[in-house]
Every structure is written in C-alpha cells, then in structure tokens.
C-alpha cells in the first residue's frame, strides 16, 4: 500500500504545481514604452504650435460642373415641324410645354443670304463671311431655303434692319431680310430646368429650322 499513497502523493504534488504555473499565450508579445518624466513635460504655446507641420489631406478635383439651369423658349415652328422639335426634346430628357402662337406673335424677321447653288458653294460662302469677323452664321438645310445662309432672327424688325446695314458696311451685299414665320398655327416649346450645357446642342440644330430661335425666358 505504501506504493499506491506514495503515487497518490506523487499526482497531487503535480497537480498543484501545474495549476500555479503562470498562463502563457502561443505567442508572447512584448510591448516596450519609454518611461515617462512628468518632470519634462510641458505645454506648447501659440507660436510653437502654429510652427508645428501639418497633415493635410490630398486635395480632390473639383467636380465637373454641371450646368446653370433656366428656362427657355425654342420656336416657332410650324405644325408640320412642331413633332420634330418635340422629338429633340424628348431625346434630352427636358421638360418641355406647347405654346400656340398668333400669326402676330410668330412673325420673325431674317436676315440672310439668299440660296446658293450648292452645299460647296453655301459653305464657301459661309467661310467667306466669316473672315470678314461674320460668326453667328450657319448654312440652311430646310428644303424651302436650302443652302441660304442665315445670318440673325429678330423679332424686332429694328434690330433686323440694323444688323442688315452692318452687314452691308462690311461688303456683304447679297445680304436681304425677309419675314418668316407668318401663318397661324404656329407653335413654341417652352422648356423647363433645362442646363446651359445643352443650349450648344439646340442651337446646332437650327440649320434644320430656319426662322427659328433658342432663348432664355423668365421661368412660369
């Protein structure tokens, strides 16, 4: 039996001594830190903390800017036209409203130069013009007026005939003005938030509508 109480004794020393074994981790880690001098800290005034880098963070872009939005007035068209516009519009995604027009309130005055005998020769033309410090000009594509030279709309007749002198000053004398869009039925589209980045891309357009025009208006 001594045998048997000297294992019992045995087992229980060990056991005793592995349960006050200090725990360790897989993996010890040690962690070194300066010891602090209370004795040497301080606090920094203005002028050393003004002096101290900074840490700035990287600028971004500037974002692309969108578009002023306001409203305008795109017209007059006739009916058989009017379907067209819309279309146009639609494929921008614009807001946009009919407004019926009077013979009156559709009259428009031209000035322009009358047809030419081909595309090579209205572009030629357009060239010309525009060495002489002539910009706002483009070639007419309607079938009416095709390959004229449309040079302004008005809807005051003063500034027609005004611009029609200038014109004529700078030696452009097959210069005429004309009045357009005289008939009823006539419409214009009002369009609604639509951004000042598109305007370049209506008035592109205008070849194919001759006597009209692209403005801003006060918004309804």
Same mark, same amino acid.
């Given at each position: ?28 880690? *040690? ?10 800290? &301080? ?12 840490? &700035? ?28 516009? &819309? ?46 410090? +002539? ?55 009002? +369009? ?13 357009? *205008? ?8 403005? *801003?208006?006060?918004? &309804?």
């Amino acid at each position: 039996m001594k045998w048997l109480l000297s294992l019992l004794l045995l087992g229980n020393v060990l056991l005793f001594a592995y349960f006050n074994l200090p725990l360790r981790s897989g993996v010890a880690l *040690q962690v070194e830190s300066a010891p602090l001098n209370p004795e040497k800290i &301080r606090l920094l005034g203005p002028e050393e903390i003004s002096a101290l880098p900074l840490h &700035r963070l990287p600028l971004q872009a500037p974002a692309t800017a969108a578009g002023q939005l306001a409203c305008y007035e795109w017209g007059t068209f006739s009916r058989a036209r009017l379907a067209s516009a &819309r279309s146009i519009v639609n494929r921008f995604a614009l807001d946009a409203v009919v407004i019926q027009q009077t013979a009156a309130e559709s009259t428009r005055y031209w000035v322009y130069v009358p047809p030419l005998r081909n595309a090579a020769a209205a572009q030629a033309r357009a060239e010309e013009l525009k060495q002489l410090g +002539i910009s706002e000009l483009y070639v007419v594509q309607d079938e009416q007026f095709r390959n004229a030279i449309s040079l302004g709309v008005f809807k005051d007749e003063q500034l027609a005939t005004k611009l029609l002198e200038e014109l004529k000053s700078k030696g452009v004398v097959s210069a005429a003005k004309g009045v357009r869009n005289q008939e009823n039925g006539r419409a214009s589209l009002y +369009i609604s938030n639509m951004s000042s980045t598109l305007v370049p891309e209506l008035e592109k357009l *205008q070849p194919e509508y001759p006597g009209s025009e692209l403005k *801003q208006v006060t918004c &309804r």
